[in-house]
């Protein structure tokens, strides 16, 4: 059977690469023995091991994952990208210039004082994340489509995206700046807790923008990130008038949902979890009965991402499982961008 495909192989290969030449000839004016030469000696060339004859595999699933590494999760943009910093693909090294020298007004005691800058440069290891392997039973077909591409990793980019954006708001806040929620009493709104809760109040962005304008935080690019629950709640303390306000301001296209006091407002499904003495749960830490809901301010130059290493992995022709095994690595972190955590807050729900 093999020399009768070879043949078969060698015949199909000639047609193809007779009609390649006589159409160049056609337009061009070149031989035909030419480039159907030419042609004919390419159909040979043998495929890189991994690679379909389109070869579109690793590209179409890396800038799939590229593209949509962000969707739904729009608050991500409103930072500082140092993505170009990266180095070997999972860590950032930035070169951070010292305090500046300092300036002295009609300066009498000479000569002046020299001193030496003293540079410390910003160096920190990108987390990873991985999916769990998937079975795609008609990857050449899948290849061929994005939405197809879309339908088959929505669940997996899903996720990706999910624990992706909640360490990145956890990576974000230092620990250092925390605010309280001072409304009415409220039910619990995360799984598994207890105690009635405060409800987010206008009073508190108020405090929260008096905050920002007291540590010199700049006016642009303020914006606050509620889960939906605490988005509800503070809707629902809006007079008709700032109702009326914060919902001009709403764009799908940007994710923001309103504007007051100078904030851009967002909203995710879960945003951040505190322990009952207001210090931030790891997304890893288990969640006790008494954790508190908490919302995420900052200013977009304060706080930084960076995406690193996107891998795709692939085991094709599995005989164990009938079809096309692939998994994903993507490297990606970031970081409150002053050593004060200044810029960054958390509106945590107090116990009412």
Do not use: C
């Amino acid at each position: 059977m093999k020399p009768i495909k070879f043949f078969l192989s060698l015949f199909f290969a000639f047609v193809v690469s007779a009609v390649i030449g006589e159409s160049v000839e056609t337009v061009t004016g070149l031989s035909s023995y030419a480039v159907g030469g030419a042609a004919f000696a390419a159909s040979f060339i043998p495929k890189p091991a991994g690679i379909l004859p389109m070869a579109l595999n690793v590209e179409i699933w890396h800038n799939f994952i590229s593209e949509n590494l962000y969707a739904n999760n729009a608050f991500l943009q409103k930072s500082v990208d140092v993505s170009g910093n990266v180095l070997a693909g999972k860590i950032v090294h930035i070169p951070n210039a010292g305090a500046p020298s300092n300036v002295q007004r009609n300066r009498t005691n000479l000569p002046a004082q020299v001193k030496r800058r003293k540079d410390v440069d910003v160096v920190y290891a990108l987390d990873e994340f991985t999916s769990d392997p998937i079975l795609i039973t008609n990857a050449e077909t899948v290849e061929l489509s994005y939405d197809k591409v879309g339908s088959v990793l929505a669940n997996d980019m899903s996720n990706l995206r999910q624990n992706m954006s909640i360490w990145m708001l956890y990576n974000w806040f230092t620990g250092a700046n925390v605010l309280k929620t001072t409304g009415s009493a409220v039910s619990p709104h995360i799984t598994g807790t207890t105690g009635n809760k405060k409800a987010v109040t206008l009073a508190d962005i108020e405090a929260l923008q008096a905050r920002f304008d007291e540590d010199e935080i700049p006016m642009e690019g303020r914006t606050v990130l509620f889960d939906a629950q605490m988005y509800r709640q503070f809707v629902s303390s809006l007079g008709a008038t700032d109702n009326k306000d914060f919902s001009s301001y709403f764009n799908a296209a940007t994710g923001v949902v309103g504007r007051l006091f100078g904030f851009d407002f967002m909203k995710r499904s879960r945003v951040s979890t505190l322990k009952n003495d207001f210090t931030l749960l790891s997304p890893d830490d288990n969640v006790a009965a008494t954790a508190l809901a908490g919302a995420v301010a900052w200013q977009d130059t304060t706080v930084e991402r960076a995406v690193g290493t996107i891998s795709m992995f692939e085991s094709k022709g599995d005989p164990t499982y009938y079809g096309d095994v692939y998994s994903f690595l993507v490297r990606a972190g970031g970081r409150a961008r002053r050593a004060d955590g200044k810029g960054v807050y958390i509106l945590s729900q107090d116990n009412a």
